[in-house]
């Protein structure tokens, strides 16, 4: 593989460039690195050197992404509840406030601002008549329940009246009675 020696030129021609491309696409032959033997000779060249000759990994437009180093600004998985992810380094000296949030989660029906309005009136006059009626059901079921308690009250007093009318003679079983029969004989059937 043919690498450019940054010692002896400061870019690379094209027949160098193409090479150095089919190379990065080619799996089988070795890649090279962005940072091979560049940071030794940036730190030799003056800034005017560096703007009139640009950097040579410039003219190479595709670089392999698992040669980049990580950017800073990727997010960093974090554990705490903050919505904001504070990087690790920072964390002992700085913080973000946390919102505030309310601990009673009650709902607010929204009404309308002015009071006069006629939807202020309907949604009053429909609430008012809401509680009406479920007002009126709670009577009705306790005026059910205290009827349903006397019924039953009443029929256990008529049940106990009614058993105590119709008390019956204990008869015998029919297995303790005695027959009596009686035998008449042929003479004495003149007696009649």
Do not use: G
């Not at 003056?46 to 410039?58: F, G, K, R, S």
């Not at 990087?87 to 009650?106: A, D, I, M, Q, Y």
């Not at 949604?123 to 009626?133: A, G, M, T």
């Not at 058993?163 to 007696?191: G, Q, W, Y």
């Amino acid at each position: 593989m043919l690498t450019p020696s940054l010692e002896t030129h400061n870019f690379l021609n094209a027949s160098e460039v193409t090479e150095v491309l089919n190379n990065l696409n080619d799996p089988v032959k070795d890649k090279i690195t962005p940072t091979k033997s560049i940071c030794d000779k940036e730190k030799e060249q003056t800034a005017d050197e560096l703007i009139d000759n640009p950097h040579p990994l410039a003219l190479i437009s595709p670089v392999v992404q698992s040669f980049l180093p990580l950017s800073p600004t990727q997010p960093i998985a974090s554990t705490s509840t903050t919505k904001y992810i504070i990087p690790t380094p920072f964390k002992t000296s700085l913080f973000w406030p946390k919102e505030k949030e309310n601990k009673k989660k009650r709902k607010t029906e929204k009404v309308p601002t002015v009071i006069t309005s006629e939807k202020w009136q309907e949604y009053h006059e429909n609430n008012e008549r809401k509680k009406l009626e479920q007002f009126e059901q709670k009577q009705k079921r306790a005026e059910e329940r205290e009827r349903k308690k006397q019924e039953k009250k009443e029929a256990y007093k008529n049940k106990k009246n009614h058993a105590k009318k119709t008390e019956r003679k204990k008869e015998p079983s029919p297995r303790k009675r005695v027959t009596k029969t009686l035998f008449v004989l042929s003479s004495d059937m003149n007696i009649f």
